[in-house]
Structure formats: structure tokens, C-alpha cells
């Protein structure tokens, strides 16, 4: 399973890629907001400079909502880098659009999924990736982790190649559930790539052999 990490902000970026375990980055227009980006140049910059440090899929979202705008601002982003992924949102137009992409060979993200019935259409659109949003489900007492199941299952009938890009993923047990559930990808804030390092048994384990060592010098 890929571990992309959600966030817009470089020192996090950077922190998870000197981890060792990052194999991409999504951002999306709220994230750029949070980190105070705005413009299209500022906007073109920022994107640069991670993929400057990720060599991996790094999803940059288009702001427009129509077929043109979207295939404009795709092609935009597509040319800063090759590892530029072209994030679109589930609407008509958007389904025309990664279609667009698709068959130029513009790798792109179909984002804001929240049933099985749209990650069917993303997919015969030839979307590279489909991200179901876990958490925001969650929030609204749907079971955001049956969706990936229920999608991983789907494309499992038919070889669908897109990949299942699980999104707001927003804490350690997610992201473990999504890995049981086949996900391909799951794309979260740094604090959960780093939760997974937690275990008390593991830190009361090291004091103990560190104490235990430190006996010979005394
Ligand atoms: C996906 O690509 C989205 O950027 C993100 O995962 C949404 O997460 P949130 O629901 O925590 O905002």
C-alpha cells in the first residue's frame, strides 16, 4: 500500500519523505489556503517545490468547474512536472475531463467520492485514481470504510485499473483498516504516518534493554 501524505505544508512534506516511507503527496485547495498559498503563479510555485521533494504522485486540484476551464488548468498542471496527477472532482464535467486526460496520458485523481455508483463512472472514465473520502462519511454516520471495501470489491470483478486512493484518512485505525481492505493508496496528515510508530510496549521494551546494557559500564 502507498502512503501519500495530505498536507500542502513543505516541512511536513519534507518531514514524511526523510521518514523514508512517502510515496506521494495530495493537496487540495483547501490545504493551499491553510498554508496561506493564493494566485496562480504562487499557486504553480508551491507545486514545484514538492515535487521538487517527493519523487512521487504529487495531485494538484483544478479550480474550475466546467469541461474547457478543467482541461485548460489540467494541462497547465500536467506540464510543471511528470509527477503532477491532475486532481478533478466527481461532477458531469469532471467525468468528461479525466476521460480527456485519460486518453492523453494526464494521470489524474477523481476526488470528492463518496459512493460505489461514482467510483464505477470514475473508473470507466479511466481516472488513475479514485479517492473516497473515509473520514468526511464517517463524520456524517455513514461507514466511510465500507466504501473501500465495496470499491476495492467492484474493481476486483472487473480488473478496473484505477487505483483506490483512500482519502481523509484521519487516524491510525483507518488507515490499518484500509490496508486490511486492499486500498492501494491511502493519502493522510503526517501525525498519522507517525502513529503508527506507537506502542508502549515498544518504549518500555527499549528502556529495559538500554538499562540492562548500561549495567556493564557501571
Ligand atoms: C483528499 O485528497 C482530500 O484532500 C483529503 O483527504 C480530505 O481530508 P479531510 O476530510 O480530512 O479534509
Do not use: W
Not at 5 to 11: C, E, G, K, S
Not at 76 to 104: C, Q, T, W, Y
Amino acid at each position: 500500500m502507498k502512503f501519500f501524505v495530505d498536507t500542502a505544508n513543505l516541512q511536513e512534506i519534507q518531514e514524511a519523505h526523510d521518514l523514508g516511507v512517502l510515496d506521494g503527496v495530495t493537496t487540495n485547495p483547501s490545504l493551499m489556503a491553510k498554508e496561506g498559498i493564493f494566485g496562480h503563479d504562487n499557486v504553480m510555485a508551491h507545486y514545484k517545490q514538492i515535487c521538487e521533494i517527493v519523487d512521487g504522485d504529487i495531485s494538484a486540484e483544478v479550480i474550475a468547474t466546467d469541461f474547457d476551464g478543467m482541461v485548460r488548468e489540467g494541462e497547465l498542471l500536467a506540464e510543471l512536472h511528470p509527477n503532477i496527477v491532475v486532481k478533478v472532482p466527481m461532477i458531469r464535467d469532471g467525468v468528461k475531463a479525466i476521460r480527456h486526460f485519460s486518453e492523453r496520458g494526464i494521470k489524474t485523481n477523481c476526488t470528492l467520492v463518496f459512493s460505489a455508483g461514482q467510483a464505477i463512472l470514475a473508473a470507466k472514465a479511466g481516472a488513475t485514481y479514485v479517492s473516497p473520502f473515509v473520514g468526511r462519511l464517517d463524520d456524517v454516520s455513514t461507514d466511510g470504510l465500507q466504501l473501500i471495501e465495496q470499491i476495492v470489491h467492484i474493481y476486483g470483478n472487473y480488473g478496473y485499473q484505477t487505483q483506490v486512493l483512500a482519502a481523509s484518512v484521519r487516524h491510525v485505525m483507518h488507515l490499518v483498516q484500509c490496508a486490511e481492505l486492499g486500498a492501494d493508496v491511502v493519502t493522510c496528515p503526517l501525525s498519522v504516518i507517525t502513529g503508527l510508530l506507537n506502542h508502549p510496549l515498544t518504549d518500555i521494551g527499549l528502556q529495559k534493554f538500554l538499562a540492562d546494557h548500561a549495567k556493564g559500564s557501571k
